[in-house]
Structure formats: structure tokens, C-alpha cells
């Protein structure tokens, strides 16, 4: 149901915030009630309400350890995947991306497994305070 139901949410780099739309089909809560929850699962991630989130860094996934500066072009790049939902939305996109990796830190992550993004994310977040 979440992939039909939510939209990608957009980088906003005016103020610096995450943009997570509402809904593309409103969820009839009511006709929901008698279902059990279903246990935690491991694969499927929580979901986030709809809203604007602050963002003091942005992160993709990166293949490599990196020598020297992580260019402005290799981040927008990076980021795409993560949030481009469909090629006719590249467009406008593009600019979105270049901006905010100019205001907030570009951060490549280097993992191949949860626990390897855990800790790559935890030494990378320690470094921004």
C-alpha cells in the first residue's frame, strides 16, 4: 500500500527542509480499525508523516572511498536515485539538488551492508556537530 499511496518527498533549499507530501489516495482509516498491525519487520521501514523536516546534511550512497573534495556534480548525481521517482520530474530536480548541496553538507556513504551504513552514518553525523 505505501508504494501506491505516497510520493517522493522533495528536497526544499530555500529553507533548507525535506518536503513529505501528503498521500497520492486518502487512507480510509475506518475501513483499517479491525485489521491487526502487523509484527515490526526489518525490511520495511517506518513510516513518516507528512511534513517539513529540517535537513543540516544530505547523504547518498557512494561505491568508493573518496580522495580529496566531493564535487557539487558528484552529489546531485548521488542523490538522484534515492529520490527521483520519474524521469519527467528530472527537470526540476536537477536545480533543487544543485542548490542544496551548495547550503548543507554533502555527505557520501560507503556500505555494502546495514551494519557498515550504521556505522558509516554514525561517524559521518558525529563529524557535522
Known sequence: MNVLAVRSPDPDPERLELVVPEPIVEIDHAALAD???PAPSRSELP????????LRAWTMWETDEL???FSRAR???GSLPSI???PENLEGLLPQLGSLVERVSPVPLVFSTPEELAESLKEELASLR
Open 75 to 77: 552529489a546531485v548525481a
Open 84 to 86: 527521483m521517482s520519474k
Open 35 to 37: 485489521i491487526l498491525e
Open 67 to 69: 580522495e580529496g573534495q
Open 47 to 54: 513510516r513518516v508523516d507528512p511534513g517539513r523536516y529540517p
